[in-house]
Protein backbone atom coordinates (compact mmCIF):
# COMPACT_ATOMS: atom_id res chain seq x y z
CA UNK A 1 0.00 0.00 0.00
CA UNK A 2 1.54 3.05 -1.14
CA UNK A 3 2.70 4.96 2.02
CA UNK A 4 0.55 8.42 2.73
CA UNK A 5 1.18 11.58 4.80
CA UNK A 6 -0.48 11.59 8.03
CA UNK A 7 -2.81 14.62 9.21
CA UNK A 8 -2.13 16.59 11.68
CA UNK A 9 -5.39 15.32 13.50
CA UNK A 10 -4.02 12.05 13.31
CA UNK A 11 -1.24 13.00 15.54
CA UNK A 12 -3.36 15.39 17.62
CA UNK A 13 -6.36 11.67 17.95
CA UNK A 14 -3.47 9.64 18.75
CA UNK A 15 -1.76 11.51 21.22
CA UNK A 16 -4.54 13.29 23.07
CA UNK A 17 -7.23 10.26 23.30
CA UNK A 18 -5.35 8.55 25.58
CA UNK A 19 -4.95 11.35 27.97
CA UNK A 20 -8.25 11.92 28.01
CA UNK A 21 -9.15 8.06 28.81
CA UNK A 22 -6.91 8.52 31.63
CA UNK A 23 -8.59 11.41 33.12
CA UNK A 24 -11.69 9.93 32.89
CA UNK A 25 -10.41 6.50 34.07
CA UNK A 26 -8.87 8.72 37.41
CA UNK A 27 -12.60 10.05 38.14
CA UNK A 28 -14.30 6.44 37.32
CA UNK A 29 -12.31 4.05 37.63
CA UNK A 30 -13.85 0.57 36.60
CA UNK A 31 -13.54 -0.65 32.62
CA UNK A 32 -11.99 3.29 31.71
CA UNK A 33 -9.13 2.25 33.50
CA UNK A 34 -8.30 -1.12 31.68
CA UNK A 35 -9.22 1.20 28.31
CA UNK A 36 -6.40 3.42 29.29
CA UNK A 37 -4.05 1.03 30.61
CA UNK A 38 -4.62 -0.71 27.49
CA UNK A 39 -4.73 1.66 24.73
CA UNK A 40 -0.74 2.48 25.91
CA UNK A 41 0.06 -0.99 26.34
CA UNK A 42 -1.32 -2.87 24.03
CA UNK A 43 -3.43 -1.38 21.39
CA UNK A 44 -0.59 0.86 19.65
CA UNK A 45 1.50 -2.21 18.95
CA UNK A 46 -1.85 -3.91 17.95
CA UNK A 47 -2.99 -1.62 15.20
CA UNK A 48 1.12 -1.20 13.87
CA UNK A 49 1.06 -4.75 13.41
CA UNK A 50 -2.32 -5.13 12.07
CA UNK A 51 -2.67 -2.35 9.92
CA UNK A 52 1.39 -2.45 8.21
CA UNK A 53 0.76 0.89 7.30
CA UNK A 54 4.01 3.46 6.35
CA UNK A 55 3.15 7.05 6.68
CA UNK A 56 4.66 9.09 4.78
CA UNK A 57 6.02 12.79 4.96
CA UNK A 58 4.28 15.86 4.49
CA UNK A 59 6.11 18.94 2.59
CA UNK A 60 9.24 20.50 4.07
CA UNK A 61 7.18 23.61 5.29
CA UNK A 62 5.48 25.49 8.37
CA UNK A 63 3.00 24.17 10.45
CA UNK A 64 1.86 26.87 12.97
CA UNK A 65 -0.86 24.09 13.90
CA UNK A 66 1.57 21.32 15.13
CA UNK A 67 3.48 23.69 17.35
CA UNK A 68 -0.05 24.07 18.98
CA UNK A 69 -0.77 20.45 19.56
CA UNK A 70 2.92 20.44 21.19
CA UNK A 71 1.87 23.20 24.02
CA UNK A 72 -1.77 21.32 24.46
CA UNK A 73 0.36 18.26 25.12
CA UNK A 74 2.78 19.74 27.60
CA UNK A 75 0.18 22.43 29.77
CA UNK A 76 -1.96 18.90 29.19
CA UNK A 77 0.99 16.86 31.07
CA UNK A 78 1.87 19.39 33.42
CA UNK A 79 -1.99 19.61 34.45
CA UNK A 80 -2.87 16.04 34.80
CA UNK A 81 0.65 15.44 37.11
CA UNK A 82 -0.83 16.82 40.13
CA UNK A 83 -4.39 15.26 39.45
CA UNK A 84 -2.45 11.78 38.91
CA UNK A 85 -1.22 12.01 42.18
CA UNK A 86 -3.77 12.70 44.02
CA UNK A 87 -6.10 10.01 42.19
CA UNK A 88 -2.81 7.40 43.14
CA UNK A 89 -2.00 8.38 46.49
CA UNK A 90 -4.31 10.72 47.82
CA UNK A 91 -8.45 10.23 49.07
CA UNK A 92 -10.05 9.16 45.79
CA UNK A 93 -12.63 6.30 45.03
CA UNK A 94 -10.03 4.06 43.51
CA UNK A 95 -9.18 0.78 44.75
CA UNK A 96 -5.20 -0.48 44.72
CA UNK A 97 -5.49 -2.49 42.22
CA UNK A 98 -6.97 0.42 40.51
CA UNK A 99 -4.09 2.75 40.94
CA UNK A 100 -1.67 0.57 40.23
CA UNK A 101 -3.14 0.52 36.81
CA UNK A 102 -3.55 4.41 36.75
CA UNK A 103 0.16 4.80 37.71
CA UNK A 104 1.12 2.65 35.31
CA UNK A 105 -1.27 3.89 32.32
CA UNK A 106 0.08 7.53 33.43
CA UNK A 107 3.26 6.88 33.13
CA UNK A 108 3.26 4.85 29.36
CA UNK A 109 1.69 8.04 28.25
CA UNK A 110 4.07 10.46 30.30
CA UNK A 111 7.17 8.69 28.67
CA UNK A 112 5.92 8.16 24.79
CA UNK A 113 3.60 11.14 24.36
CA UNK A 114 4.44 13.78 27.02
CA UNK A 115 8.42 13.56 26.48
CA UNK A 116 8.03 13.52 22.30
CA UNK A 117 6.34 16.36 22.50
CA UNK A 118 8.55 17.74 25.27
CA UNK A 119 11.24 16.90 23.39
CA UNK A 120 10.00 18.90 19.82
CA UNK A 121 9.16 21.98 22.25
CA UNK A 122 13.19 22.28 23.27
CA UNK A 123 13.89 22.64 20.06
CA UNK A 124 12.05 25.62 19.34
CA UNK A 125 13.35 28.99 18.80
CA UNK A 126 10.30 30.31 20.49
CA UNK A 127 11.28 30.88 24.55
CA UNK A 128 7.89 30.04 25.73
CA UNK A 129 7.88 27.17 23.96
CA UNK A 130 11.32 25.84 25.07
CA UNK A 131 10.34 26.95 28.74
CA UNK A 132 7.17 24.78 28.47
CA UNK A 133 9.78 21.54 27.31
CA UNK A 134 12.10 22.56 30.45
CA UNK A 135 9.49 22.80 32.39
CA UNK A 136 8.06 19.25 31.71
CA UNK A 137 11.22 17.63 32.18
CA UNK A 138 11.46 19.43 35.52
CA UNK A 139 8.07 18.48 36.56
CA UNK A 140 9.29 14.29 35.96
CA UNK A 141 12.70 15.52 37.33
CA UNK A 142 14.85 15.22 34.81
CA UNK A 143 15.38 18.73 33.41
CA UNK A 144 18.70 18.48 32.92
CA UNK A 145 17.50 16.88 29.40
CA UNK A 146 16.48 20.15 28.33
CA UNK A 147 19.92 20.82 28.20
CA UNK A 148 22.49 17.64 27.41
CA UNK A 149 20.08 16.47 24.56
CA UNK A 150 20.65 19.85 22.71
CA UNK A 151 24.23 20.81 23.56
CA UNK A 152 25.63 17.16 24.01
CA UNK A 153 23.60 14.36 22.61
CA UNK A 154 22.72 16.57 19.06
CA UNK A 155 26.73 17.13 19.32
CA UNK A 156 28.34 13.87 19.90
CA UNK A 157 25.78 11.38 19.18
CA UNK A 158 27.08 7.91 17.75
CA UNK A 159 30.52 8.58 19.40
CA UNK A 160 31.90 7.66 22.97
CA UNK A 161 31.59 11.36 24.27
CA UNK A 162 27.91 11.20 24.16
CA UNK A 163 26.95 9.25 27.08
CA UNK A 164 22.92 8.53 25.74
CA UNK A 165 24.61 6.58 22.92
CA UNK A 166 24.55 2.60 24.00
CA UNK A 167 27.55 0.73 22.79
CA UNK A 168 26.80 -2.33 21.19
CA UNK A 169 26.44 -5.14 23.71
CA UNK A 170 25.73 -2.89 26.25
CA UNK A 171 22.44 -3.66 28.48
CA UNK A 172 19.96 -1.03 29.21
CA UNK A 173 20.64 -1.88 33.29
CA UNK A 174 24.53 -0.84 32.54
CA UNK A 175 23.42 1.92 30.01
CA UNK A 176 20.60 3.68 31.85
CA UNK A 177 23.04 5.08 35.06
CA UNK A 178 26.30 6.00 32.77
CA UNK A 179 23.44 8.03 30.59
CA UNK A 180 21.49 9.93 33.70
CA UNK A 181 24.96 10.77 35.24
CA UNK A 182 26.74 11.65 32.06
CA UNK A 183 24.11 14.12 31.00
CA UNK A 184 23.82 15.51 34.37
CA UNK A 185 27.59 16.12 34.15
CA UNK A 186 27.89 16.94 30.93
CA UNK A 187 24.57 19.05 30.36
CA UNK A 188 25.52 21.34 33.50
CA UNK A 189 29.26 21.69 31.98
CA UNK A 190 28.15 22.62 28.40
CA UNK A 191 25.76 25.16 29.91
CA UNK A 192 28.41 27.26 32.26
CA UNK A 193 30.87 27.27 29.20
CA UNK A 194 28.00 28.88 27.08
CA UNK A 195 27.26 31.23 29.76
CA UNK A 196 31.13 31.55 30.81
CA UNK A 197 29.16 32.89 34.42
CA UNK A 198 26.79 35.45 32.91
CA UNK A 199 23.07 34.78 34.14
CA UNK A 200 21.61 32.20 36.22
CA UNK A 201 22.26 28.76 35.34
CA UNK A 202 19.49 26.76 34.10
CA UNK A 203 20.47 24.20 35.87
CA UNK A 204 19.30 26.06 38.96
CA UNK A 205 15.72 26.19 37.40
CA UNK A 206 15.71 22.80 36.98
CA UNK A 207 16.48 21.92 40.42
CA UNK A 208 14.45 24.88 41.52
CA UNK A 209 10.96 23.51 39.60
CA UNK A 210 12.03 20.02 40.80
CA UNK A 211 12.03 21.12 44.16
CA UNK A 212 8.62 22.92 43.70
CA UNK A 213 6.66 19.72 42.22
CA UNK A 214 7.72 17.18 44.97
CA UNK A 215 7.16 20.07 47.82
CA UNK A 216 3.47 20.27 45.96
CA UNK A 217 3.30 16.83 46.21
CA UNK A 218 3.61 15.95 49.36
CA UNK A 219 0.94 18.33 50.07
CA UNK A 220 -1.32 16.77 47.37
CA UNK A 221 -1.05 13.59 49.54
CA UNK A 222 1.28 13.66 51.89
CA UNK A 223 4.53 11.09 51.96
CA UNK A 224 2.06 8.70 49.76
CA UNK A 225 2.20 11.79 46.81
CA UNK A 226 5.50 12.40 47.32
CA UNK A 227 6.19 9.01 45.70
CA UNK A 228 3.65 8.62 43.46
CA UNK A 229 4.78 11.52 41.94
CA UNK A 230 8.54 10.38 42.13
CA UNK A 231 7.44 6.79 40.85
CA UNK A 232 5.77 8.48 38.01
CA UNK A 233 8.63 10.36 37.08
CA UNK A 234 11.34 7.77 37.28
CA UNK A 235 8.60 6.02 35.18
CA UNK A 236 9.10 8.79 32.43
CA UNK A 237 12.83 8.95 32.46
CA UNK A 238 13.23 5.15 32.47
CA UNK A 239 11.22 5.47 28.58
CA UNK A 240 13.19 7.93 28.01
CA UNK A 241 16.05 6.30 28.44
CA UNK A 242 15.17 3.27 27.08
CA UNK A 243 14.69 5.43 23.97
CA UNK A 244 17.90 6.62 23.76
CA UNK A 245 19.09 3.50 24.29
CA UNK A 246 17.27 1.54 21.45
CA UNK A 247 17.63 4.28 18.85
CA UNK A 248 21.45 4.77 19.03
CA UNK A 249 22.09 1.12 20.08
CA UNK A 250 25.64 -0.17 18.64
CA UNK A 251 25.99 2.96 15.79
CA UNK A 252 28.70 5.19 15.42
CA UNK A 253 30.60 7.93 13.87
CA UNK A 254 33.43 7.14 11.88
CA UNK A 255 36.98 9.23 12.00
CA UNK A 256 37.86 10.60 8.85
CA UNK A 257 41.93 10.61 7.66
CA UNK A 258 42.23 14.27 9.59
CA UNK A 259 40.83 12.10 12.95
CA UNK A 260 37.71 14.23 13.08
CA UNK A 261 34.52 12.42 13.63
CA UNK A 262 32.40 12.55 10.43
CA UNK A 263 29.18 14.33 10.70
CA UNK A 264 25.70 13.16 11.90
CA UNK A 265 23.90 11.75 9.55
CA UNK A 266 21.27 9.19 8.82
CA UNK A 267 23.02 6.57 9.45
CA UNK A 268 23.65 7.11 13.09
CA UNK A 269 20.31 6.72 14.55
CA UNK A 270 17.45 3.31 14.16
CA UNK A 271 14.32 4.68 12.72
CA UNK A 272 10.66 2.68 12.28
CA UNK A 273 8.04 3.18 10.29
CA UNK A 274 4.76 2.11 11.96
CA UNK A 275 2.60 4.14 11.48
CA UNK A 276 0.18 4.55 14.72
CA UNK A 277 2.86 4.72 17.16
CA UNK A 278 4.07 7.22 15.02
CA UNK A 279 1.41 9.47 14.96
CA UNK A 280 0.71 9.19 18.97
CA UNK A 281 5.09 9.52 19.31
CA UNK A 282 4.59 13.04 16.84
CA UNK A 283 7.35 11.12 14.48
CA UNK A 284 9.81 10.41 17.43
CA UNK A 285 10.57 7.03 16.04
CA UNK A 286 11.53 9.18 12.57
CA UNK A 287 14.83 9.69 14.58
CA UNK A 288 17.71 10.08 11.79
CA UNK A 289 15.85 13.18 10.07
CA UNK A 290 15.21 14.83 13.62
CA UNK A 291 19.27 14.43 14.03
CA UNK A 292 20.06 15.75 10.88
CA UNK A 293 17.49 18.45 10.88
CA UNK A 294 16.96 19.42 14.89
CA UNK A 295 14.42 22.28 13.92
CA UNK A 296 12.35 20.19 11.00
CA UNK A 297 8.05 20.43 12.64
CA UNK A 298 7.58 16.87 13.71
CA UNK A 299 4.89 16.59 10.64
CA UNK A 300 7.47 16.78 8.32
CA UNK A 301 10.23 14.40 9.21
CA UNK A 302 11.29 12.31 6.45
CA UNK A 303 11.85 8.63 6.99
CA UNK A 304 15.14 8.15 5.33
CA UNK A 305 15.98 5.55 3.20
CA UNK A 306 19.42 4.94 3.70
CA UNK A 307 19.04 5.16 7.61
CA UNK A 308 19.06 1.60 9.71
CA UNK A 309 15.52 0.62 10.65
CA UNK A 310 14.16 -1.82 13.47
CA UNK A 311 11.14 -4.50 12.52
CA UNK A 312 9.20 -3.49 16.00
CA UNK A 313 7.61 -0.36 16.38
CA UNK A 314 9.68 1.96 19.14
CA UNK A 315 7.60 0.55 22.16
CA UNK A 316 7.91 -2.78 21.40
CA UNK A 317 11.55 -2.49 20.94
CA UNK A 318 11.62 -0.68 24.71
CA UNK A 319 10.30 -3.70 25.75
CA UNK A 320 12.69 -6.33 24.22
CA UNK A 321 15.35 -3.95 25.86
CA UNK A 322 14.19 -4.61 28.79
CA UNK A 323 15.34 -8.27 28.84
CA UNK A 324 19.35 -8.09 28.09
CA UNK A 325 19.81 -11.80 26.45
CA UNK A 326 16.55 -11.38 24.58
CA UNK A 327 17.48 -7.94 23.08
CA UNK A 328 21.00 -8.86 22.10
CA UNK A 329 19.65 -12.04 20.07
CA UNK A 330 17.05 -10.18 18.40
CA UNK A 331 19.19 -7.03 17.83
CA UNK A 332 21.93 -8.92 16.40
CA UNK A 333 21.15 -9.95 12.82
CA UNK A 334 19.90 -6.13 11.88
CA UNK A 335 22.89 -4.71 13.19
CA UNK A 336 25.45 -6.77 11.30
CA UNK A 337 22.94 -6.13 8.49
CA UNK A 338 22.99 -2.73 8.64
CA UNK A 339 27.15 -2.90 9.29
CA UNK A 340 27.72 -4.88 6.22
CA UNK A 341 25.53 -2.51 3.89
CA UNK A 342 25.67 0.49 5.29
CA UNK A 343 25.95 3.18 2.12
CA UNK A 344 29.38 3.70 1.40
CA UNK A 345 29.57 7.63 0.29
CA UNK A 346 31.26 7.93 4.58
CA UNK A 347 33.51 6.22 6.20
CA UNK A 348 32.59 3.00 8.38
CA UNK A 349 34.35 2.53 11.75
CA UNK A 350 34.62 -0.58 12.72
CA UNK A 351 36.51 -0.87 16.19
CA UNK A 352 32.81 -1.33 17.84
Known sequence: ???????????????????????????????????????????????????????????????????TLLVAVGLGALIFLPLATWAIAGPSALSPGERILLFFATGFWLGQVGHPAAHELIHRSHRWQFRLGAAYYSAILFG????????????HVASRADPNTARAGESFYRFAPRAWIGSFRDGARAETALRAGRGLHP???????SAAVLILATLIAGLPGLLAWTGLALHAQSQILLSDYVQHYGLT?????????????????WNTAHWFTSAMMLNAPRHSD?????????????????APRLPWPLPLACALALSPRTWRRAIAPHLARWRNTRPTDTPRDTSA
Open 1 to 67: MQARPLPLAAFAAAALSPLALIAVAAAAGGLWLWAAFLYMAVLTVLLDQLIPLTAGQTDDTEFPAAN
Open 144 to 155: QHASAHRLVHHR
Open 203 to 209: YALYLGL
Open 253 to 269: RAHRPDGKLEAVGPAHS
Open 290 to 306: HHVHPSRPFPALHLPDD
